[in-house]
Structures are given as C-alpha cells and as structure tokens.
T-cell receptor
Framework: DAKTTQPNSMESNEEEPVHLPCNHS???????IHWYRQLPSQGPEYVIH???SNVNNRMASLAIAEDRKSSTLILHRATLRDAAVYYC????????????FGTGTLLAVQP | GAGVSQSPRYKVAKRGQDVALRCDPI?????LFWYQQALGQGPEFLTY????????KSGLPSDRFFAERPEGSVSTLKIQRTQQEDSAVYLC????????????FGPGTRLTVT
C-alpha cells in the first residue's frame, strides 16, 4: 500500500486558516486521497477526499498538487473543536475498501 | 439520525477470557469494517463485510480473532483466550456504498486485558 508522510504535530490560532500537508510520493494513478480526523475519545470522522482536482465541502478544502505527490488539507477558520488528529490516507480505487491509517498530525488550536 | 453504535464501551477481561464486542451499523449500510487502535497509533484494519459476506479478513492478527455479520446488519467481533497485547480500542465503521469511500465510525470499545 502506498505510504503517506505527515508532520507529527502542528499548532494554529483560533479563527485563522490551517494548512495541513501530506506527502505521498509513491501514489499510483488509481489512488484516491482521503482525509479523516479523530477527536479525543471518538472514532475517526470523514473529512474529504479527492483524486486529481481540488475539492471543497462544508468542512474543508483539499488542494492536490499537479503531480499528485502531495496534498494539503485546508481548514479555513480553525475553531477549538477542530483540535484533533488528522489522517491523510491513500486508498486504491480498485482493490480494497480498507483504510490504511498512519500516525497522523496532531493539530492543537490555541484560543 | 442514529450513528454507528458499539457495546460495551469499556471491557476489562482477565487474560485467557473470551470477549464479544458488538457493532450496530447505520441502518441500510452494506459495508462494515472493524479496526484495532493501539494507544498513540492510528487505527489498523482487521476485517471487512459486504452485507453478510466477509470479503477481507487479512488484518485479523491471529485465529483467536473471529468476526461475523450473519444477517448483514449487526456484527460481532469475538476474541478468544485474550492476551495483554489485545488491549486496544476496537472501532467499527459502516458505509452505505459498496465503494465505501466514506466510512462512518462508532465510538469504539476500549478493551483492557489484565
């Protein structure tokens, strides 16, 4: 399975934008890029996913590099409730539906 | 609407005991997954069901782990002869689609083996 690399931790201030990077240099053409987040003592929560084009939804935006070797999850205005571990995951469109989680980025949001 | 529920939320077992963990997926969801999450780590895939069929059990760590979903809704993860290394949070997720690109997770069951 293709691997992702994320910083262990990041800090942000409340109401400021947050850019969470993810490197996936071994991505294949059929891999989707998924982002999930896990708040303390909860199960992971789907955030967004994409293949080639940038994606927006009510939670976040996903910016995908032209060569697809990296992507960035953008939270437009961080709130205290966004403090969580954010996981960047590659999922093969064809073979299996399982998610392969890494260790993610722990985002701290300061008031 | 109701999300994925899991029971019990906490379970303490003595080493060697058998445990059964239950998952109630969102009604109508065809795909169901079990993951294991050790402290400080990301979740690790255990097994996957499409309706009642277990299509992937490649993540089950040993033959002490067994999962079933007999009627294509509720699922049970059973661990026989528990060991200390089985201590973890067990997460269940379901998805309405066969592609399962968006998985909805339950709160998990925290298993502690003493």
């Amino acid at each position: 399975d293709a691997k992702t690399t994320q910083p262990n931790s990041m800090e942000s201030n409340e109401e400021e934008p947050v850019h969470l990077p993810c490197n996936h240099s071994t991505i294949s053409g059929t891999d989707y890029i998924h982002w999930y987040r896990q708040l303390p003592s909860q199960g992971p929560e789907y955030v967004i996913h994409g293949l080639t084009s940038n994606v927006n939804n009510r939670m976040a935006s996903l910016a995908i590099a032209e060569d697809r070797k990296s992507s960035t999850l953008i939270l437009h205005r961080a709130t205290l409730r966004d403090a969580a571990v954010y996981y960047c995951i590659l999922r093969d469109r064809g073979a299996t539906n399982k998610l392969i989680f890494g260790t993610g980025t722990l985002l701290a949001v300061q008031p | 609407g109701a999300g994925v529920s899991q029971s019990p939320r906490y379970k303490v077992a003595k080493r060697g005991q058998d445990v059964a963990l239950r998952c109630d997926p969102i009604s109508g969801h065809v795909s169901l997954f079990w993951y294991q999450q050790a402290l400080g780590q990301g979740p690790e895939f255990l097994t996957y069901f499409q309706n009642e069929a277990q299509l992937d059990k490649s993540g089950l760590p040993s033959d002490r782990f067994f999962a079933e979903r007999p009627e294509g809704s509720v699922s049970t993860l059973k661990i026989q002869r528990t060991q200390q290394e089985d201590s973890a949070v067990y997460l269940c997720a379901s998805s309405p689609r066969l592609s399962a690109y968006e998985q909805y997770f339950g709160p998990g069951t925290r298993l502690t083996v003493t």
